[in-house]
């Protein structure tokens, strides 16, 4: 009987797994399941509020991409996983497998009281239109942006977009020549946001707010929000806007599976990507809880280099063999600002980072336009 490969999601780690599986193996069937066949380029969700990008530019049809690799889509949002794994529960249907790659990705916490009141761009093109249209519409006033964490899963944050949203709001208020009409302000219970990406990287963020005027309110657990007001336990933050990233989790389907779950609440992984205990399956990005250094990133980089590891061990499995295939912890990160971009890279190795330059806003510009030709262009 042939054999059959399912893959949840269709975001980095799951199309990575895609091009990475049809490298070896043309004719495996394989379904994807996701609510839609279209891939957001969420990197660049930070250039919607000053108008570089649109949603229409980030938001990719993939139906000419499974149309070239073979790919049944399967339209649905898992609820459940059964059968040691063996069987995907969806609200259209169940799905049958031999072998499964879990990149669904994570869900943001969202416990903190009045949170509704906040804007979380990672959310997606609708939220990043939002916080346009609100900034468009003001007049002036106080812009607080901040995120948080997972305080049982340090890895499972989003502090690098908040940082571009940041720098990149001062860049378009000056441009429009509004800056003078408005307070920015930067929160987080961290006193030195940022720490994953390197003790310098974070030195250079708080210099680049200080010297942009941009006020800071760090080290302070959050309590609530209200509609004008940000509350942590140092104290209360007047607003008029408020943009924020919580912190992440696992899947929404993750509790109704019996695979083995992180204290956060994402899928535990082995350095294979294999979920320990369960025959053939296996989970890449922001969904899973893998091993290692304290600094371990969540981003789209990290994804990919889980998803090939991940698709190469599920080929050798099918076939028999052990997995041996691990992915390299390297965080690799431009801090755009609109004009100009920061580098910040890590790996097991070395810390490198390159203060703000314009040839670094345009090649993360490149990086965007290279990365989607394989899905605009199939």
């Known amino acids: 009987m042939a054999q059959e490969i399912t893959i949840i999601g ?24 996701a ?7 969420l990197p660049s969700l930070i250039w919607i509020p000053s108008g570089q990008r649109t949603g229409d530019d980030l938001r990719i049809n993939l139906d000419a991409f499974f149309k070239k690799h073979n790919i049944h889509f399967f339209a649905g949002s898992v ?23 879990i990149a669904s990705g994570g869900r943001f916490i969202k416990k903190l009281p009045g949170i509704e009141h906040a804007i979380t761009i990672c959310e997606g093109i609708e939220a990043a239109e939002k916080m346009r249209d609100k900034i468009k519409a003001m007049d002036g006033g106080t812009i607080t942006l901040g995120f948080g964490g997972n305080p049982k899963e340090p890895s499972a944050m989003r502090g690098g977009p908040m940082f571009e949203l940041l720098f990149g709001l001062d860049t378009q ?77 696992g899947p929404s389907f993750a509790a109704n599976t019996e695979m083995p779950l992180s204290p956060g609440g994402l899928i535990q992984s082995n350095m294979n990507c ?18 290692g250094p304290d600094w371990k990133p969540k981003q789209a980089h990290m994804a990919d280099l889980q998803a090939e ?65 394989a899905y605009r262009n199939p």
């Not at 609820?79 to 790659?101: H, S």
């Not at 080290?219 to 919580?246: R, S």
């Not at 294999?274 to 091993?291: T, W």
Request: hydrophobic share 40%; charged share 30%.
């Open 35 to 41: 609510p839609k066949a279209e891939f957001i380029f």
């Open 173 to 249: 208020l000056r441009q429009e020549d509004r800056r003078d009409k408005f307070k920015l302000i930067f929160f987080s219970p961290a006193p030195k946001p940022g720490a994953r990406l390197g003790e310098n990287a974070v030195k250079g963020i708080l210099k680049q707010m200080k010297t942009r005027g941009i006020e800071t309110h760090l080290g302070h657990k959050m309590k609530h929000f209200t509609e004008n007001k940000v509350t942590t336990e140092g104290g209360e933050i007047d607003t008029d806007l408020i943009i924020f990233m919580p912190g992440m989790t």
């Open 274 to 291: 294999e979920v320990e205990g369960f025959e053939h399956c296996y989970v890449a990005g922001d969904a899973g809880s893998f091993p």
């Open 10 to 33: 269709a975001g980095f780690a799951a199309l990575t797994a895609i091009r990475e599986i049809r490298k070896s193996d043309k004719d495996i069937k394989i379904t994807l399941i």
């Open 79 to 101: 609820t459940a996983i059964q059968d040691v794994g063996r069987t995907v529960i969806t609200d259209n249907g169940e799905i049958k497998n031999d072998a499964l790659i």
């Open 309 to 373: 590891a991940a698709a190469k061990n599920l080929l050798d499995g099918l076939k028999g063999k052990a997995a041996t295939h691990t992915f390299k912890y390297e965080l690799a990160c431009i801090i755009d600002s609109n004009d100009k971009g920061t580098l910040a890279f890590r790996n097991e190795k070395r810390t490198i980072t390159i203060p703000p330059c314009r040839l670094l806003h345009y090649v993360k510009k490149g990086f965007e336009w290279n990365y989607l030709r």
